[in-house]
């Protein structure tokens, strides 16, 4: 995308072709509106940026199947000049004619062809520049097809396209389809314009529209007619090369442009993010970089993106619909005035005639960004210029850094429509994505604060460690070789999402039969489950544009989180996600556990789709996935009991039929309060309860003494840690579905007791006595065996006079200590596993929460020298 600059943001607006609403396709299924087919092909023409062609910025679609497009727009065209009927020099001409070729022979390279060139949409910028506009009008309407008005204008069309009429695909057998216009068609049309130009008058001013066309028609004359004009006026040098070299890159080169093309650079797109070539190839610095906020009057708006303005300028309150309504574009009419054309039998008819409404108005309003610059007319130069560093005692403060620091605490609902607060979070997440990956760990920073929506695509693909050349390994799979997963995923993608506008579109079936076939396709090893559309649904619809960085994405997210998932047969690997996920559930909430657990309604029934965090709609699904992303392959467990707990008086209070029916319709969840709830149940939860034999192994670290990292213990920075010594091991799927409180590792205990190993693992110290203890450990063994050593600050309840024969607990001096206690972690140390687990179970149904087993016991402390024994009596 191009700084705004000078330029203007404009919007015009057609209706599509309606369709009639009894008629299904091929599968079965209603037509997809002609809107919709329009809104997906317009996506494209988004990515197609050049100095020469007004950027397209968005298009929204209304009611009655109207569209709105917005694109960059300049007030001025070629329209104006020949108002003035005064011939134009050649030299202006040559110009005119070498940058409108430039625009032409770019869209031809990316196959657009404009059709509708005209000099109303050949538009001159400040500096007198040319830049086309609606030149994607023929592409995203299907060459005409989805629209009842014809693209291009009588007078500029070519013969040949003349000659071929109106015509649409459903009117015709495929084999006597005519060709949709190619580049010859827009050169003639260029021809035309610049003889117009030339002679300071409109070629067919004077003759009405039919005349046009016949004298278009007569192909013999049309010809000699324009060479003897030319000559006249003397422009036929440029004439001729324009109607006998009939493709814009041939032009170009032509000798009738030796004097003008070496005044322009050629254009070279800049390197994308991932991207083999330099992306600071061509980077330039100011000597004072402190200048930069210093001119007051600078329009430091104008050196943003169009995209990023439009997106503020929706924010501040602007309103397409609403522009266009003041400019009377849309006329609302009464209903009486909308009532079809009714016949009588003796054939005399009442009511309306044709719409004129659906045809083609090329009137293009200007969207005014006063609202926009006055909602941010206290933001300083500064703001948009963050640095990046920790050092910013010397910059100076924008008026309103109290107000966004008020912003910040507001929820995110709130934030994420605030035009400040967005504009500064765009501007620092965009500098900090042109810095990745060496600003990684800043860009995780300030994600677990918020992700700007516009910047979230690209910011989730820098989350996941998407690196390198994506775009050349993309290409190199075969998508196209039929494969007998195709069948599954045509049935699947037209009910995925399809509430969506974008992934409805036939150009966004298109784009996940792509994507899906590419994942299956490089991952051999695994097999198409379904479910990996919707998987997909969410990273295609932030890449549309970009399928290549949605697959990349994709397949970073699915190791991760998935881990073998995508087996043929991962029936081990769901039984024991499911079987971890009933620990937690127990872990986190003990008294909604045993309820589910005594009605039978276990996590088989309902907590599957949970694993692949899809089940939500898009705009929720990108709330919680912000988070999600910042925390290891254990974090969809919490969202699971998040889930639960915000439904948990309605599970509590029913059966196992009411829960059934309550999950087959999920209710309103209140992401927000989820993602809030999750992230501290995260928190709570120590790393090594989550442990699952089936999950990604941990990649190797810097560190090379076999001990975990230092990452800070309750914090989604930590990612899974490598495998030591004090680890949890792997235990066989039937004992642990016997436990019902997860098992945490010996490493994980000594983090919770701020202990430090001694001997072969590190120096024995403890840290300050004055920090408040995250745990108890309750040690089940005998008093005698106690005595011989135990961990420090643990409390002895010998397993064989725990608990009365009623399952209570037995009243003793460590009754007071479990009560206050409750609510923090538990961890139950002994000799043999089965007692630890039923002394779990035990406590789990008098409802502690928090309450987990010490994996492989006591005999896993004793090599690390941190057993005591009590001081002797004096």
Known sequence: ????????????????????????????????????????????????????????????????????????????????????????????????????????????????????????????????????????????????????????????????????????????MPSKKPLPSGPKSDVWSLGIILFELCVGRKLFQSLDISERLKFLLTLDCVDDTLIVLAEEHGCLDIIKEIFYDFHSYELMKDKVFSEVSPLYTPFTKPAGLFSSSLRCADLTLPEDISQLCKDINNDYLAERSIEEVYYLWCLAGGDLEKELVNKEIIRSKPPICTLPNFLFEDGESFGQGRDRSSLLDDTTVTLSLCQLRNRLKDVGGEAFYPLLEDDQSNLPHSNSNNELSAAATLPLIIREKDTEYQLNRIILFDRLLKAYPYKKNQIWKEARIDIPPLMRGL?????????????????????????????????????????????????????????????????????????????????????????????????????????????????????????????????????????????????????????????????????????????????????????????????????????????????????????????????????????????????????????????????????????????????????????????????????????????????????????????????????????????????????????TAEGELTQGPYTAMLQNFKGKVIVIVGHVAKHTAEFAAHLVKMKYPRICILDGGINKIKPTGLLTVPSPQI
């Open 459 to 803: 910011t989730w693909a820098a989350l996941l460690g998407v690196e390198g050349a994506i775009h050349a390994k993309y290409d190199a799979i075969d998508k196209d070789t039929p494969i007998p997963t195709d069948r599954q995923i045509e049935v699947d993608i037209p009910r995925c999402h399809q509430y969506d506008e974008l992934l409805s579109s036939p150009e966004g079936h298109a784009k996940f039969r792509r994507v899906l076939k590419a994942w299956v396709v490089s991952h051999p090893d695994l097999v198409y489950w379904q479910g990996l559309d919707s998987l997909c649904a969410p990273f295609l619809y932030l890449n549309f544009n970009n399928e290549a960085l949605a697959y990349a994405c994709m397949s970073a997210f699915i190791p991760k989180y998935l881990y073998n998932f995508f087996l043929k047969d991962n029936s081990h690997v769901i039984q024991e996600y499911l079987t971890v996920f009933s620990q937690m559930i127990a872990f986190h909430d003990p008294e909604l556990s045993n309820h589910l657990n005594e009605i039978g309604f276990i996590p088989d029934l309902y907590a599957i789709p949970w694993f692949l965090p899809y089940v939500f709609p898009l705009h929720k699904i990108f709330h919680l996935w912000d988070t999600l992303l910042l925390g290891n392959s254990s974090f969809p467990f919490c969202i699971g009991v998040a889930i639960l707990q915000q439904l948990r008086d309605r599970l509590l209070a029913n059966g196992f039929n009411e829960c059934i029916l309550l999950f087959s319709d999920l209710p309103e969840i209140d992401i927000e309060r989820c993602v809030r709830e999750s992230i501290n149940l995260f928190c709570w939860t120590p790393k090594s309860a989550t442990y699952r034999q089936h999950a990604q192994p941990p990649k190797p670290t810097s560190d090379s003494s076999g001990v975990r990292s230092s990452a800070p213990y309750f914090s989604a920075e930590c990612p899974d840690p490598p495998k030591t010594d004090l680890s949890r091991e792997s235990i066989l799927l039937n004992d642990l579905k016997s436990e019902v409180s997860p098992r945490i590792s010996a490493e994980d205990l000594i983090d919770l007791c701020e202990l430090t190993v001694t001997g072969h693992f590190k120096t024995p110290t403890k840290k300050t006595k004055s920090s408040k203890p995250k745990l108890l450990v309750v040690d089940i063994r005998n008093s005698e065996d106690f005595i011989r050593g135990h961990i420090s600050g643990s409390i002895n309840i010998p397993f064989s006079a725990a608990f």
């Open 1 to 172: 995308m191009f700084p705004l600059k000078d330029a203007e943001m404009g919007a015009f607006t057609f209706f599509a072709s309606a369709l009639p609403h009894d008629v299904c396709g091929s599968n079965g299924l209603p037509l997809t509106p002609n809107s919709i087919k329009i809104l997906g092909r317009f996506q494209i023409l988004k990515t197609i940026t050049h100095p020469r062609l007004c950027q397209y910025v968005d298009i929204s679609r209304g009611k009655h199947e109207r569209l709105v497009v917005v694109a960059e727009h300049c007030e001025h065209s070629l329209e104006d000049l020949l108002r003035e009927r005064k011939p134009v020099s050649c030299s202006t001409v040559l110009c005119i004619a070498f940058e409108v070729l430039q625009g032409l022979q770019y869209m031809n390279k990316h196959g657009i062809v404009h059709r509708a060139l005209s000099p109303h949409n050949i538009l001159l910028d400040r500096k007198g520049h040319i830049k086309l506009a609606k030149f994607g009008l023929y592409h995203m309407t299907a060459h005409g097809d989805d629209v009842d008005f014809p693209i291009g204008y009588p007078s500029y069309l070519a013969p040949e396209v003349i000659a071929q009429g109106i015509f649409k695909t459903t009117d015709h």
